[in-house]
C-alpha cells in the first residue's frame, strides 16, 4: 500500500556527503515508523536510522556523529544526510516504512540506491 522512492546515492569520495531522499506514496504522517537500512553483499541487512514512536530517533553505532534523519511532512518525504563518509559505508541503501493496522505490522521498502565511497 506504500511506495517507497529513493533518490541520492551515487559515488563520493572519502569525506564526501550524500543526501539520500524517500518520497512515500501516502502521508508520512500516517505512516508508524519509517527508517533507513544499508545492505552489503554476503552480509544481513542493517539498520542506519531510524524514526521509532513520535519523533523518536536511533541511530548506529557507526553513523552516530555523522549521518542524520530527518522529514518533512509537507512532502511525504525523509531523509538521510550523510557526512564524513567512509569506504565501509559503501553499500545498498534502503527507505523502509511500517504502518499499522490494529494489531497488525506491515512493512514496507523502497528499491534500494547505491551508495559507493571511493577514491
Known amino acids: 500500500q506504500v511506495q517507497l522512492v529513493e533518490s541520492g546515492g551515487g559515488l563520493v569520495q572519502p569525506g564526501g556527503s550524500l543526501r539520500l531522499s524517500c518520497a512515500a506514496s501516502k502521508s508520512i504522517f500516517n505512516i508508524d515508523g519509517m527508517g533507513w537500512y544499508r545492505q552489503v553483499p554476503g552480509k544481513q541487512r542493517e539498520v542506519v536510522a531510524e524514526?521509532?514512536?513520535?519523533?523518536?530517533?536511533n541511530y548506529a553505532d557507526f553513523v552516530k556523529g555523522r549521518f542524520t534523519i530527518s522529514r518533512d511532512n509537507a512532502k511525504n518525504t525523509v531523509y538521510l544526510q550523510m557526512n564524513s563518509l567512509k569506504p565501509e559505508d559503501t553499500a545498498v541503501y534502503y527507505c523502509r516504512a511500517i504502518v499499522r493496522i490494529t494489531t497488525t505490522l506491515y512493512h514496507y521498502w523502497g528499491q534500494g540506491t547505491q551508495v559507493t565511497v571511493s577514491s
Open positions: 524514526f521509532t514512536s513520535g519523533s523518536n530517533t
